[in-house]
């Protein structure tokens, strides 16, 4: 559904000083790596002895050089009808050669190189064919150069000129792709459905017609070549003698044309089937799937059908038929002298865009030439665009001599009459209208020759190539407009013809569904441009500010006096006349267009991209942005009352975003094939098949200055079929309609325009439009209440106003119930709509009012089934209906239970009978109940619903003889505390209930808390049996001797807990216990010594006169002492050497292999396992450094979830992680020689007192940990050191520009902090050193 508008049209006119003369411009050609156009003009020597050929070079802004480029002078001439003269037969430029080739009428082959450059130089004949040459055509990849010799004979030769094939065009046979026989019998003989042998009778009838048929009186009798996109085939279409002439006297009658597909070495492939009428013009699509041609019918030796019918027609590659459809010409009387045109006009030519997906169609009139441009969409062909030549300046018929596609830009075409080029570019335009809502009716106009198909989205749907009504010009005026328009404020439609004839319609269109008629359309104005020029492009809109009705028609075209700029003439019309015009003179010479800015202001953009302002009324245009190239299609829109925001699409398929704010702009895509701005939003599709929304309000933050280089944000997309494009967005409707490659249309309904329009309603109190649109496009209801919560909750009695029925406040309340709102927001809520309807009518919104307290979380069952208790007695059908409501909410067993847990049994009844429960399953149950105690039939009922607890307390009501059962159910359920509270009164249950809870604490090894409870309990041998458990020796001895046990069992008390100590190497604990309550002297020395608590042990040798025990256990403990430290000391040693060591091995493999040495292998190996399960395991990667490895070969232990946890602490070998390893280790040595110091200095003291073995042995301790903490600091410092060096390096890949921290933490590595190395001196022994 897009028109073809003319986006740029540069014409090259030579005015009255055309250095060439009265020569006649007969050809052009594109050298496509530089974007130049060259075209040649060609002189007829006198008395047609030869022909004079120039090649001239065109240059911006439609000029071209004043001297020719190259020359070439032939004296043959040759003429093979006598509808043309024309000797230039082909004009071609070769890009890899960067030759010119030009092919002349009389023979002549001859190039010219694009190097030479300059002007003034001669073109080299390469060859000459000594017959003439009647046409001729290059392959599209130049290799071929396939001619007709003036004898009918097919050459082809190479780029070189050299002949590789040499054959006449006329053959009898069909060709290599003919058809088998394979004896299925005659189609005379084949089934022909209901109407049998009459059917086929006629088929042969008309297969005889087809064969006697001639050719067109248009014909010019000149052989065509056409070449597939590919190169791999090619059409050749020429006239044969006729086998069976019919009895007439006409020449035509005698001969007819066909077509002969040839492959890439000029074999024959297939002939055409007969065609009475086809003519001569010929074309291949480049897509390869139809040969288009032209047929005439209603006359002798034509096709059949009526008079005056004239055909487009297609062919497959096999030579038959396949499809057409007709020229929508005048019919006019057949006329013998018009130059032989014998209807008035004929098909001079056709040709397909270089994407094929336009047919231009040469059309040679009597009044003049014209070039139509037909595209096709769901089977319907439509005429797009019709180009009428100039008129000479004479005032003759303007005619043209040539029409080319360029080779590259697919909807670029170039046509030449004698004295003037058109490039002209037009491209794809959706014209919808654009009226802001609530008034919008997103009606879409489509061109299809003198009509233009209408279709109101809004209200109705329809597929092309259907319309729901047409605005159709009448007869005699055929030709399709060049351009149409909406009115951005009205519901208007503005359109332009080529002779600057302008009509407005307002279409009155029907805003109510189902819409009939859909619109009733008037014209209300037409007129004629006051100025001559060469309109291209109308907008029109209604003056708001104006006090009566007035329109601003505002029309851009190019003079045709021959002036250097566009021109914009505004008028105002008033009352159906003219009132003011103005006239603004623009920049740009042929390119460039007007777009629509808010506040009835008109703009322009540029061929450069530059965007201005057109103030008409003082006839000036000032730039107020732009964008980095030309853009074809463009809308505007607003950010506020004065900042204009601008969306253009190049025809590269970027996207670019400007505004009047900001002096760059933005590129929002770069594989955009279609927008539009709609509600609030920019919509756009791509070519990987997505639409995307863009709120204008985030565009609008890309364009603020200092904001070039802003990420664009992630916006909303969703898929979109493949090839979609955009026709229209429909804001009401809150719609999307897509148009498919194939031409069919798919209407979506996006979130973000549904959302659009639903936020707009809910600010307007409009609930009810807000809940049908969201219902109807499954939107989240809680949208109602989160887009304004204070709003929704003061306006709540409006909402349920509006949205009165039950079922749709049942629904709403379900969406909030399971939004992802609190639950005190969510009860919130439906307390408040619930209260609302009980004041409303309680029995009409019983189920809505169910339903809000069953949303809840947790669902409020209780109230909802209290409800129901309400109204059983005043109405005993509703809670039926109700009940039934309710169980089909909740799940009936819960609603049971629930039910059950209120103690009403009526209830449980009438909630069982409306459930699916089997009556045999339940009334045995509650009749068991029934016959219960009221405190133990509460037990019973909590107890089966799992409600332990709570049974609990009915347990207690049931009296004091069900004491010993409450307490197994305590001991059963763990009910514990909360029987401590239940019985807190009653002392005497109380105690045995803190019995049994100890004895629970202390199977659970909770021995503290087990003897503190039995203390409560009056159990005090149990509590010391916990406290000598929980190692509390203070607490234990403290009640053992309130509890007056003898001094034995004190003794024996102290021994078992001392002993216990020890072993728990809690040394300083167990001597004291051994002292003070075990009485063991020597015990206690040994306990303290092992602890290294010297200082300590000799006190108590001192304080018991026991200076013996010194030198019996004090001396061989120390050096004891000393041997652990030693011990300990050497390890650390040892791994010190080894990691630093390692260290230097990854850091010279950081420098080798840095992407191995920061994980950057292949991610496949990670999975590979290394070891399996069953070889010899190490403790860790890095045992190395702490541990010898153990060389035991045994099954591996380690759960899964274990060896993951170590990985994630070791890292991977060889890598950044297991340098981070080492570092940490090291940072770890630090304190591990910190704790050694301290113990060493409580030992040194005592090894230099003991003896002078003791002395050495304290003398060297204290020098290898001097030693060692030198080392560390040294080790320290280079480690470091070497890290910060490494850090300031490029890192791979895509770390190049990071360093130090940063940069690891992109590789998932951490380096840890050089650790402050400072060690204190006061645990020396000054005698001690060395």
């Not at 911006?60 to 230039?88: H, I, R």
């Not at 639950?823 to 609302?836: F, G, L, N, T, Y």
């Not at 045994?1194 to 946890?1205: G, L, P, Q």
Request: overall charge negative; proline content about 5%; hydrophobic content about 35%.
């Amino acid at each position: 559904m897009r028109n073809l508008s003319i986006s740029s049209l540069i014409s090259y006119c030579s005015d009255e000083s055309k250095p060439w003369g009265d020569a006649n411009i007969t050809g052009t050609t594109v050298d496509v790596d530089n974007d130049v156009l060259y075209f040649c003009t060609e002189t007829t020597v006198p008395e047609r002895e030869g022909v004079e050929v120039n090649i001239w070079r065109t240059a911006a802004g439609g000029k071209f050089l004043e001297s020719p480029t190259a020359t070439l002078k032939s004296t043959l001439y040759q003429t093979f009808s006598s509808y043309a003269s024309n000797q230039v037969v082909s004009f071609k430029c070769i890009p890899e050669k960067r030759i010119f080739c030009l092919i002349l009428a009389g023979g002549d082959i001859a190039t010219f190189s694009i190097e030479d450059g300059g002007v003034g130089h001669e073109f080299e004949v390469v060859g000459t064919v000594d017959s003439g040459i009647k046409c001729a055509q290059w392959s599209p990849d130049d290799e071929f150069l396939v001619l007709i010799n003036g004898n009918d004979e097919l050459l082809q030769m190479t780029r070189e000129f050299d002949v590789v094939s040499e054959s006449p065009i006329r053959r009898s046979d069909f060709g290599q792709d003919e058809s088998v026989n394979v004896g299925w019998g005659s189609k005379s003989t084949q089934f022909h459905g209901s109407l049998g042998k009459q059917a086929a009778a006629a088929s042969t009838e008309q297969a005889s017609k087809a064969a006697s048929g001639g050719s067109s009186p248009d014909d010019d009798t000149i052989p065509r070549i056409s070449w597939r996109g590919d190169g791999a085939f090619f059409v050749v279409s020429s006239l044969d003698k006729h086998a069976n002439p019919p009895p007439t006297s006409e020449p035509y009658t005698h001969r007819k044309r066909a077509l002969r597909v040839y492959d890439r070495s000029a074999v024959l492939q297939a002939t055409s089937e007969p065609v009475p009428g086809l003519e001569h013009a010929v074309s291949w699509r480049p897509s390869g799937s139809l040969i288009a041609s032209s047929q005439r019918f209603g006359f002798a030796g034509g096709g059949q059908g009526k008079k005056g019918r004239h055909d487009v027609v297609f062919f497959e590659r096999n030579g038959l038929r396949h499809g057409e459809f007709g020229l929508r010409e005048e019919l006019k009387e057949e006329n013998a002298d018009g130059e032989g045109r014998k209807w008035g006009y004929r098909v001079r030519e056709m040709s397909w865009s270089s994407d094929s997906n336009v047919l231009a169609v040469w059309l040679e009139r009597d009044s003049g030439d014209v070039v139509q441009l037909w595209t096709i969409g769901n089977y319907h062909w439509y005429l797009k665009q019709e180009l009428p030549s100039p008129a000479s300046t004479e005032g003759a018929s303007g005619r043209y001599t040539s029409v080319m596609w360029h080779p590259e830009d697919a909807l670029r075409l170039i046509l030449t009459t004698n004295t003037q080029i058109d490039d002209i570019k037009i491209y794809w335009e959706t014209c919808d209208s654009t009226i802001n809502p609530p008034n919008d009716t997103a009606t879409v106009a489509v061109v299809d020759g003198s009509s233009i198909l209408m279709t109101p989205f809004r209200t109705q749907n329809v597929p092309p190539p259907m319309s729901s009504y047409k605005i159709t010009r009448p007869a005699p005026h055929l030709s399709p407009p060049v351009h149409i328009s909406f009115a951005p404020n009205s519901d208007a439609l503005s359109i332009l013809y080529s002779s600057s004839h302008i009509e407005l319609y307002k279409l009155n269109s029907t805003l109510v569904t189902p819409a009939n008629p859909p619109a009733n359309p008037i014209r209300f104005w037409e007129g004629q441009v006051p100025d001559t020029i060469r309109a291209r492009q109308i907008l029109a809109w209604l003056d708001a500010a104006a006090p009566e009705e007035e329109w601003i028609i505002g029309v851009l075209g190019l003079p045709e006096d021959g002036g250097k700029h566009d021109i914009i003439v505004v008028m105002a019309v008033r009352d159906g006349a003219i009132t003011d015009t103005y006239e603004v003179t623009l920049t740009d010479r042929g390119r460039g267009r007007m777009i629509s800015l808010k506040g009835g202001k008109l703009g322009w953009v540029s061929g450069n991209g530059e965007i201005f302002q057109v103030d008409f009324e003082n006839e000036m245009a000032f730039p107020i942005a732009t964008f980095p190239e030309s853009c074809t299609f463009i809308k505007s829109a607003s950010f506020n009352e004065t900042d204009h925001a601008f969306v253009g699409l190049s025809n590269s398929g970027k996207l670019y975003l400007a505004s009047t704010t900001a002096t760059q702009s933005r590129t929002l895509s770069t594989n955009c094939s279609s927008f539009t701005i709609s509600a609030g939003s920019l919509i756009y599709t791509t070519t990987s098949h997505e639409a995307r929304f863009a709120p204008l309000a985030e565009l609008e933050s890309l364009t603020q200055v200092g904001e070039e280089e802003k990420k664009l944000p992630e916006w909303e997309k969703r898929r979109v079929e493949r090839g979609s494009v955009i026709v229209t967005a429909v804001p009401s409707a809150m719609s999307l309609v897509l148009q498919m490659p194939r031409g069919n249309l798919e209407t979506i309904n996006p979130r973000p325009l549904v959302l659009s329009v639903v936020r707009q309603d809910i600010e307007s109190r409009n609930y009810r439009k807000a809940f049908l649109a969201c219902r109807k496009h499954r939107i989240d209801l809680n949208i109602l209440v989160d887009h304004d919560p204070e709003g929704f909750m003061a306006s709540l009695s409006s909402f349920t106003e509006q949205v009165h029925e039950g079922d749709y406040i049942n629904l709403f309340l379900t969406g909030v119930g399971q939004s992802s709102q609190s639950p005190e927001r969510v009860a919130k809520i439906c307390d408040a709509i619930r209260e609302d309807l009980e004041k409303r009518d309680l029995k009409s919104y019983v189920n809505s009012i169910l339903t809000a307290h069953v949303v809840k979380r947790p669902p409020d069952l209780e109230a909802a089934l209290a409800l129901l208790l309400k109204l059983r007695d005043t109405d005993p059908t509703l809670v039926d209906e109700a009940v039934k409501y309710v169980v089909f909410l909740v799940d009936a067993d819960k609603l049971f239970d629930v039910a059950l847990g209120m103690y009403d049994f009526s209830l449980v009844l009438l909630i069982a009978q409306h459930s699916q429960k089997d009556p045999r399953e339940y009334l045995p149950f509650l009749r068991e109940l029934r016959a219960l105690e009221s405190g133990y039939q509460r037990f019973r009922i909590d107890d089966h619903l799992k409600k332990y607890g709570k049974a609990l307390i009915g347990l207690k009501d049931a009296g004091p003889e069900k004491f010993e059962e409450a307490l197994a159910y305590i001991e059963k359920h763990g009910l514990h505390d909360e029987a401590i509270k239940i019985w807190k009164e009653d002392d005497e249950h109380l105690k045995m209930i803190l019995n049994i809870y100890g004895d629970y604490l202390f199977e659970r090894r909770a021995f503290s808390n087990a003897a503190l409870v039995f203390l409560k309990a009056g159990k005090n041998q149990k509590a010391m049996i916990a406290y000598e458990k929980a190692y509390a020796w203070r607490e234990l001895f403290a009640l053992a001797i309130c509890e007056g046990i003898s001094a034995d069992e004190l003794q024996q008390m102290g021994d078992r807990v001392a002993e216990d100590l020890s072993s728990r190497k809690r040394y300083f604990e167990s001597g004291t216990v051994y002292i003070d309550y075990a009485k063991d002297v020597s015990s206690s020395v040994a306990a303290f010594s092992q602890g290294n608590e010297f200082a300590e042990a000799e006190r108590i040798c001192a304080l018991h006169s026991r200076l013996d025990l010194i030198e019996i256990i004090l001396h061989p403990t120390a050096v004891e002492i000393r041997e652990l430290i030693g011990d300990d000391l050497q390890e650390m040693k040892d791994q010190l050497e080894k990691q630093s060591a390692r260290i230097v091995e990854l850091r010279t493999k950081k420098e080798t292999d840095p992407d191995s040495f920061f994980g950057n292998e292949d991610s496949g190996l990670h999975e590979v396992e290394m070891m399996t399960d069953a070889g010899t395991t190490v403790g860790t990667t890095f045992t190395r450094y702490t541990a010898a490895p153990s060389t035991a070969s045994k099954k591996s232990r380690v759960s899964a979830k274990t060896k993951r946890k170590l990985s994630r602490n070791r890292g991977k070998k060889g890598t950044a992680e297991e340098e981070e390893y080492i570092m940490q280790s090291i940072v770890k040595l630090v304190g591990r020689l910190q704790g050694l110091q301290a113990e060493a200095s409580k030992i040194l003291p005592y090894l230099l007192k003991y003896s002078s073995d003791h002395e050495n042995e304290g003398r060297e301790l204290q020098k290898e940990l001097i030693d060692f903490e030198e080392k560390l600091k040294s080790a320290i410092n280079d480690v470091w050191a070497e890290s910060t060096s490494d850090d300031k390096q490029d890192l791979p890949n895509e770390g190049l520009e990071e360093s130090g921290l940063t940069g690891r933490k992109k590789y998932g590595t951490n380096l840890p902090p050089k650790p402050e190395a400072v060690f204190s001196n006061e645990w020396r022994v000054s005698l001690l050193r060395s």
